[in-house]
Nanobody, 127 residues
C-alpha cells in the first residue's frame, strides 16, 4: 500500500532553515514524481516544488533560490530544504506522489496532478 509520511515541521524564526522529510513506502521513487504543496489558513493549497522520477526539479517562483528538493533512494525519502524562511511560508506542508514510470517526465505543480497524499506537517515562521 502506497504511503507518504511527512516530518520535520516546527516553529522557526524568520531567516532560519528547516528541512522537511517525506518518507515513502509501498512504492519506489524511481517510478513516481513527488511534489511538495502547502496550505495556509484560508488559502488554496499551492504547489511548492516537484521532483520527477528522472531527477528533474521544479519550484514555485515564491520559493526559487530558497528551497531545494532532493531525494535519498536508499531511504526512499524526499527532502525539502527550506532556507531564508519568511512568515508567509507559514502553512501545512504536504507531500504527494504521482506515478510516471521509470525515468518519467516532470509533472505540473498542480494538486490535481497528484493522487496520493501524506497527512501534512505544520511549519510556522515567527519571531
Amino acid at each position: 500500500q502506497l504511503q507518504l509520511v511527512e516530518s520535520g515541521g516546527g516553529l522557526v524564526q524568520p531567516g532560519g532553515p528547516l528541512r522537511l522529510s517525506c518518507a515513502a513506502s509501498g512504492f519506489s521513487l524511481d517510478y513516481y514524481a513527488i511534489g511538495w504543496f502547502r496550505q495556509a489558513p484560508g488559502k488554496e493549497r499551492e504547489g511548492v516544488s516537484c521532483l520527477s522520477s528522472r531527477g528533474g526539479t521544479a519550484y514555485a517562483d515564491s520559493v526559487k533560490g530558497r528551497f531545494t528538493i532532493s531525494r535519498d533512494n536508499a531511504k526512499n525519502t524526499v527532502y525539502l530544504q527550506m532556507n531564508s524562511l519568511k512568515p508567509e511560508d507559514t502553512a501545512i506542508y504536504y507531500c504527494a506522489a504521482r506515478y510516471t514510470g521509470w525515468n518519467g517526465r516532470m509533472v505540473p505543480l498542480s494538486r490535481t496532478e497528484f493522487g496520493s497524499w501524506g497527512q501534512g506537517t505544520q511549519v510556522t515562521v515567527s519571531s
